[in-house]
């Protein structure tokens, strides 16, 4: 089982050929995709990842993320395989990149997100059982995690360590725009196709000679007879505007 697809893209008239990934689902260690298997859940190792991108050497490739995450090791390969990938890679988020699938979505050269996907960056967390010597040391790792987390984040976004640092702490969540504003996405997909905003000018006098043609049109398709002539001229001076 794996949590991801490589398809080919056939070229346009435009474009060239490229490859589409899709990475939907769990992210676990090589030594972990056995439990996945037995019980069939979408899943992947590094190892087998890299071992398929293998095949679409110097392709450019378009990497679609959906998924909340996993292990923070194994994005990490994955990670470092489409940064060592020769060709240009595009990340395109279309519904959500949590935890770990962040890291991955850093490898691209640009970053798109859906209007409606979400981003959400967070401290690594572990479980652990033992001495208070040992929960210290796991603590003491967990601290370097962050820092290598930084590092791609860093590297990707330009911002300060405080900074990256703060988000994480926060568990942030960001949408396409807050991620663009942030440095953790380039770009909003579909956003050239939004129609062109309709100019509208309004004018109070055009407005009121309107309705006021409107008024005299009533008046006249239901003018009572002649001896009432006195009525119909003070019904319109109350009605004009």
Do not use: C
């Not at 998924?67 to 988020?93: C, Q, R, W």
Request: aromatic share 8%; glycine share 4%; hydrophobic share 45%.
């Amino acid at each position: 089982m794996k949590f991801w697809n490589f398809a080919i893209k056939a070229a346009t008239e435009t474009e060239p050929e490229s490859v589409e990934l899709r990475i939907e689902g769990d992210i676990v260690d090589d030594e972990d995709l056995w439990l996945y298997e037995w019980f069939g859940l979408q899943a992947t190792s590094p190892n087998m990842f890299k071992a398929e991108l293998a095949n679409y050497t110097g392709e450019p490739i378009v990497v679609w993320i959906d998924s909340y995450g996993g292990s923070v090791f194994a994005a990490t390969g994955i990670y470092n395989a489409l940064k060592e990938h020769k060709g240009d890679v595009t990340v395109k988020i279309d519904g959500k990149a949590m935890s770990a699938a962040t890291i991955i979505a850093m490898a691209g050269k640009e970053i798109h997100m859906s209007p409606s996907a979400l981003m959400m960056i967070h401290n690594p967390l572990t479980e652990v059982y033992g001495y208070a010597s040992e929960l210290r040391k796991t603590a003491d790792i967990l601290d370097e995690v962050k820092e290598a987390i930084m590092n791609a984040y860093q590297l990707k976004t330009g911002r300060s360590r405080a900074k990256i640092s703060e988000m994480m702490d926060a568990e942030t969540y960001m949408n396409a725009k807050t991620a663009i504003k942030e440095g953790f996405a380039d770009k909003m997909l579909y956003a050239d196709q939004a129609p062109d905003p309709v100019e509208m000018t309004f004018n109070r006098h055009a407005i009121l000679n309107s309705t006021n043609e409107a008024i005299r049109r009533m008046i006249a398709k239901y003018t009572p007879p002649p001896d009432n002539s006195k009525a119909l001229a003070l019904l319109a001076l109350e009605l004009e505007l």
